[in-house]
């Protein structure tokens, strides 16, 4: 029996008991107040060695608090769920010398110009890209490839800090008067890949696909964070030949990244271009958020934390699952920036499976951000092979059905044109 540390912000605190049924003496648990008060255990401390509350994983002084608390227990593995606790835990084990995901892998999946740059070393399709330390830096790449033109943090997830300059004039705007070093030092610069937006979800062992259930989503997270669109995602069926290109694309940039150690979950976005090419986004070795884990636990009888944190442990969970089974999806409404007027209470669509509703009627919102909130959500089970006629149709409905007054956007103006408003094409 080992001492694992755990770290952890997903409301999956119930669940490590049933993953780990020695919790009480081989778990050092440390997560978030949310975290804690969503699991429902009246006592947590009774189910688990040591609990160690944190307001996030974000500060990096937290890391010797860490390590203070690894000496203290004896911690012989470290666990962790969240994108943020990636890096920070690989530098724990190499601090202690504990088996699991090292400092050069961690930085492979978290750092995006390294990732973008090992995948284009072994000749898979990635967007032209560039580190930019400063503005002429980026006035250059910008001026080589052409806009619309992508800024994002080297090392964040779910879109977040991402600036999508459409013009020159978008470039000049959100620069301003800050220096070079405020804003853009250091920064992935990308140009833009247009097409549909694609995600593979499951697990790797040894950095071998396992498990791994592509979807559709209409948006990539930017657009839902620019413009307050539905976060949306359906399983593609077994018969879409898209399926099976999909996860041999994910194995072939799992192959050009350092392997992560034992079975471990993963998360990785494609664009499929109107080249038909599949160009990757970005891969994590986490699970991925909204409800997906939620979704392909119902579906696939593996919950992809559950997973992925007894690999970490040096264990392993069933993978046996049904290949002839249901397609389910989800969608996570944002609010816009505006007053919401009206929202739905319930949707009487067929396949729905939950509908819930936390938007306030004649609350003013400022529209969506990379990590919500919501002002509602649904699941609903796919029933067709057209996968995007069905996310379509939940869309519309949504649409036609909530009030916003005075919406507005805060996206530059050269990027608002990306968004596309006829009803019967998609954007990435």
């Not at 600036?163 to 800050?178: F, K, M, N, T």
Request: charge should be negative; proline fraction near 8%.
């Amino acid at each position: 029996m080992s001492r694992l540390l755990v770290l952890t912000n997903k409301p999956i605190v119930h669940r490590l008991p049933e993953w780990f049924p020695n919790s009480r003496s081989e778990v050092v648990l440390v997560s978030t107040p949310a975290a804690l008060a969503a699991s429902g255990l009246d006592n947590p401390d009774a189910h688990f060695r040591h609990v160690h509350s944190v307001s996030g994983f974000a500060d990096p002084s937290l890391e010797e608090e860490l390590f203070q608390l690894c000496r203290q227990f004896g911690v012989e593995r470290i666990l962790s769920t969240g994108e943020r606790e990636v890096l920070p835990a690989a530098r724990l084990r190499e601090r202690l010398g504990l088996p699991g995901i090292d400092v050069p892998t961690a930085t492979a999946f978290r750092d995006k110009f390294v990732m973008k740059s090992l995948v284009a070393a072994a000749g898979l399709p990635v967007a032209p890209m560039r580190r930019v330390d400063d503005v002429a830096a980026l006035r250059d790449f910008a001026a080589e490839v052409g806009y619309p033109v992508l800024v994002k943090p080297l090392d964040r997830g779910g879109s977040a800090g991402i600036q999508v300059l459409g013009d020159a004039d978008d470039l000049e705007a959100v620069i301003g008067g800050r220096g070079a070093a405020a804003w853009c030092a250091p920064m992935l610069a990308e140009a833009w890949i247009a097409g549909d937006f694609y995600q593979v979800n499951g697990l790797m062992d040894d950095g071998v696909v396992v498990l791994g259930q592509p979807c559709y989503n209409p948006y990539s997270d930017w657009f839902t964070v620019a413009f307050s669109v539905p976060a949306m995602s359906g399983m593609l069926p077994e018969t879409d030949p898209l399926a099976v290109r999909l996860r041999a694309a994910t194995g072939q940039v799992l192959a050009a990244l350092p392997p992560v150690p034992g079975v471990c979950a993963f998360h990785a976005e494609f664009f499929h271009t109107p080249e038909d090419r599949l160009v990757l986004g970005e891969i994590a070795c986490r699970a991925g958020g909204a409800d997906i884990v939620n979704i392909h636990e119902a579906v696939l009888g593996v919950n992809l934390h559950g997973a992925s944190l007894l690999g970490q442990a040096g264990r392993r969970a069933p993978l046996h699952y049904a290949t002839e089974r249901s397609r389910q999806g989800f969608a996570y409404f944002p609010p816009a920036r505006g007053v919401l007027r009206d929202i739905p209470v319930r949707c009487p669509l067929p396949n729905v499976l939950t509908y819930s509703v936390t938007g306030e009627c004649g609350r003013s919102y400022g529209g969506a951000d990379a990590r919500g909130p919501t002002v509602a959500k649904m699941t609903f089970t796919l029933s067709t092979s057209d996968v995007r006629a069905e996310l379509r149709q939940i869309e519309q409905w949504w649409e036609r059905n909530t009030v916003w007054e005075n919406r507005t956007s805060a996206v530059p103006n050269g990027a608002a044109r990306l968004l596309q408003p006829a009803p019967d094409e998609e954007v990435c």
